[in-house]
């Protein structure tokens, strides 16, 4: 299967793709490529132009800024998940990295990649808005820092303006439980449903593939800051959510898998 | 659009389609045929080759994202004294049956060994999680990324 045809221009710098996403309609980025040629293989996506900053070596860091890491958007998923700071300081990140994909999809798929495409049922996507990370976007107007929760907005639709690139992504660091859940039948697939949780002082939970973006479990969130089991707490996974269904799972099953997944998440990192 | 490559040691310089997948690019126009497409769709494995010393799915790989870049098929495995380590063990362990996949187990078993040259069984499981046989010889394959390691005794070729 070939893409159909589009231009390609190797970006040199941040400041130089952001001037050419500007003046160049329906361009689009291209980091590792992962998420985005198997969309342009199957024509659900033909943009007119990529704009490669898979070389642009500045993007790809690890640094230790504190009170959280910072990410260059350029990590790919293979360093992330063997990155020492990251297993010392944010466990979950460097083993949700882990769960994508296989090897080879984690040698050249990126972080920042992932969470730009905001699949809601991607594993990085969920597990930063778990962890209440913070993204870096570089735009013609400047630089701008935006939560997890208000980054995801639709199927596969982000607030990222098309002419911005995803620079950093910010992420808190925690020292209590974590757990990330994710219920596939083959090894390689997307999850069923996940389930990511954070456990620092409060808890926050969120859920893989329950609707068009990464979800909080708002219902399970509520209940345990009012002191519920958590038996109880799983119990409203998807209070508020109506999952899709799909070839692999009804709405109904999802519902059932993100309770159970819930409370295994919950004991696990609530021990 | 101009891209130079250098696979299997050797340097080449070939115009090519923005378009044109990395696997399309060694097999069509360099005559790399070992590298296999099965799924196309960066799920079967059978593509699989090293990208800069890397397991890669040359499938959905641009051939232009590896303009400057070092390549190794399946076809740069074997020296003049014989065949690789790797290929050596899946012989003497019956590690293929109709052969397809076998390539792409190659390089993803040669990537990895270079990561964790004394992998468990589990671990060598893992780590073709994305390399898919149909004739479902999983047993042998592992078996011989097993004796491949032993026979490498931690030394990557």
Same mark, same amino acid.
């Given at each position: 299967?070939?893409?159909?045809?589009?231009?390609?221009?190797?970006?040199?710098?941040?400041?130089?793709?952001?001037?050419?996403?500007?003046?160049?309609?329906?361009?689009?980025?291209?980091?590792?490529?992962?998420?985005l040629l198997?969309?342009?293989?199957?024509?659900?996506?033909?943009p007119?132009?990529?704009?490669?900053?898979g070389?642009l070596?500045?993007l790809?860091y690890?640094e230790?800024?504190?009170d959280?890491?910072a990410?260059g958007?350029?990590?790919?998923?293979h360093?992330?998940?063997?990155?020492?700071?990251?297993?010392?300081?944010?466990p979950?990140?460097? /083993?949700?990295?882990?769960?994508?994909?296989?090897?080879?999809?984690r040698h050249r798929? #990126?972080i920042?990649?992932?969470?730009?495409?905001?699949?809601?049922a991607s594993?990085?996507?969920a597990?930063?808005?778990?962890l209440? @990370?913070?993204?870096?976007?570089?735009?013609?107007?400047?630089e701008?820092?935006?939560?997890?929760s208000?980054?995801?907005?639709?199927?596969?639709?982000?607030?990222?303006?098309?002419?911005?690139?995803? #620079?950093?992504?910010?992420?808190?660091?925690?020292?209590?439980?974590?757990?990330?859940q994710?219920?596939?039948?083959?090894?390689?697939?997307? @999850?069923?449903?996940?389930?990511?949780a954070v456990?620092?002082g409060s808890?926050?939970?969120?859920?893989?593939?329950?609707?068009? #973006?990464?979800?909080?479990?708002?219902?399970?969130?509520?209940?345990?800051?009012?002191?519920?089991?958590?038996?109880?707490?799983?119990?409203?996974?998807?209070?508020?959510?109506?999952p899709?269904?799909?070839?692999? @799972?009804s709405?109904? /099953?999802?519902?059932?898998?993100?309770?159970?997944?819930?409370?295994?998440?919950?004991v696990e990192a609530?021990? | 659009?101009?891209i130079?490559?250098?696979?299997?040691?050797?340097?080449?310089?070939?115009? *090519?389609?923005p378009?044109?997948?990395?696997?399309?690019?060694?097999?069509d126009?360099?005559?790399?045929?070992g590298t296999?497409? +099965?799924?196309?769709?960066?799920?079967?494995?059978?593509?699989?080759?090293?990208?800069? +010393?890397?397991? *890669?799915?040359?499938?959905?790989?641009?051939?232009?994202?590896?303009?400057g870049?070092?390549?190794?098929?399946?076809e740069?495995?074997?020296?003049?004294?014989?065949?690789?380590?790797?290929?050596?063990?899946?012989?003497?362990?019956?590690?293929?049956?109709?052969?397809?996949c076998t390539? +792409?187990? *190659?390089?993803?078993?040669?990537?990895f060994?270079?990561?964790?040259?004394k992998?468990?069984e589990?671990?060598?499981?893992?780590?073709?999680?994305?390399?898919?046989c149909?004739?479902t010889?999983?047993?042998?394959i592992?078996?011989?990324?097993?004796a491949?390691?032993?026979?490498?005794?931690?030394?990557?070729?």
């Open positions: 299967m070939f893409p159909a045809s589009f231009d390609y221009v190797k970006a040199t710098s941040v400041p130089d793709a952001v001037s050419i996403l500007s003046s160049v309609e329906d361009s689009k980025l291209l980091a590792g490529g992962h998420s198997p969309l342009m293989k199957l024509r659900l996506a033909s007119s132009m990529l704009v490669d900053i070389s070596s500045e790809s690890i230790d800024k504190g959280y890491v990410v958007a350029l990590t790919r998923h360093d992330v998940q063997n990155s020492r700071l990251l297993k010392s300081e944010v979950i990140l460097p /083993y949700v990295a882990s769960q994508v994909g296989d090897p080879s999809v798929g #990126t920042g990649g992932s969470i730009s495409h905001g699949d809601g594993d990085l996507p597990a930063v808005l778990a209440d @990370a913070k993204f870096v976007a570089v735009g013609p107007k400047g701008r820092v935006i939560p997890a208000q980054f995801f907005v639709g199927f596969l639709e982000t607030v990222l303006d098309l002419d911005e690139v995803l #620079t950093e992504i910010r992420v808190p660091k925690f020292s209590g439980g974590w757990s990330y994710k219920f596939n039948r083959r090894a390689q697939d997307w @999850a069923i449903v996940g389930v990511a456990s620092n808890t926050k939970v969120s859920l893989v593939n329950m609707g068009s #973006t990464p979800l909080r479990a708002v219902g399970t969130e509520a209940a345990l800051a009012d002191g519920a089991s958590i038996e109880e707490a799983s119990s409203k996974a998807s209070d508020g959510i109506d899709p269904s799909d070839l692999n @799972a709405s109904a /099953y999802r519902r059932h898998l993100a309770e159970v997944l819930v409370r295994r998440a919950l609530l021990r | 659009m101009q130079t490559t250098t696979v299997n040691g050797h340097p080449y310089s070939k115009d *090519v389609e378009r044109t997948l990395l696997v399309h690019y060694l097999r126009m360099l005559g790399l045929t296999n497409v +099965g799924c196309d769709t960066s799920s079967c494995g059978a593509c699989t080759i090293l990208l800069n +010393g890397e397991s *890669v799915k040359s499938c959905t790989v641009l051939a232009v994202q590896a303009d870049q070092e390549l190794v098929t399946i740069g495995m074997a020296t003049e004294s014989g065949l690789h380590p790797i290929q050596k063990a899946f012989q003497e362990n019956h590690g293929l049956q109709c052969g397809y390539p +792409g187990m *190659v390089m993803a078993a040669a990537s060994l270079k990561e964790n040259p992998p468990t589990h671990e060598v499981r893992e780590a073709l999680e994305g390399n898919l149909r004739c010889g999983y047993h042998n592992v078996k011989s990324v097993l491949a390691a032993t026979a490498m005794e931690g030394v990557v070729l």
